[in-house]
């Protein structure tokens, strides 16, 4: 995301706290941080943060908002994943997901032991949706290394 759409989801973020008023110094702050996200993540974050946040959010509790937006999406996508649409309608992680987990044991196991799945289910769905972010990464600066560097 570039400086000026994250200085405008900062001014949104702000326009739902009447009467607030961020020094110079915060906003930079903010608008830096917000860089580091793709521009629709940080309009999630922004948007979790006007449902739920009473008070203007710390940069932990903005960033967190997105990891919210990823669990959001992970459950959806396991419920659309046991319900009778199955692979129609899931995103391309939750295909991932989805077919890591086993279509048998997604479609077939009592209602009774879905907690544990989703918990699986969300599990492996966030696994993917990090590995699609570091090839993404990798896309635009070349191969990232993960691991222990001697």
């Known amino acids: 995301m570039t400086r000026e759409e994250a200085a405008l989801l900062v001014a949104e973020l702000a326009g739902g706290f009447p009467g607030l008023k961020l020094s110079d110094v915060t906003l930079g702050v903010y608008v830096r941080e917000l860089c580091t996200l793709e521009l629709e993540a940080g309009r999630a974050a922004v948007r979790h943060c006007l449902r739920v946040s ?22 959806a996508d396991f419920e659309c994943a046991i319900g009778p649409s199955g692979l129609a309608g899931l995103s391309e992680i939750g295909r991932l997901a989805y077919h890591t987990i086993g279509e048998r044991r997604l479609r077939f196991t009592d209602e009774r032991f879905y907690g544990g799945l989703r918990r699986d289910f969300v599990r492996v769905w966030k696994s993917f949706a990090v590995r699609e972010t570091l090839r993404a990464i990798a896309g635009e600066r070349g191969p990232v290394r993960i691991g222990v560097v001697k």
């Open 54 to 75: 009473r008070f203007f959010p710390s940069l932990a509790e903005l960033l967190a908002g997105e990891e919210a937006d990823d669990e959001a999406l992970a459950l």
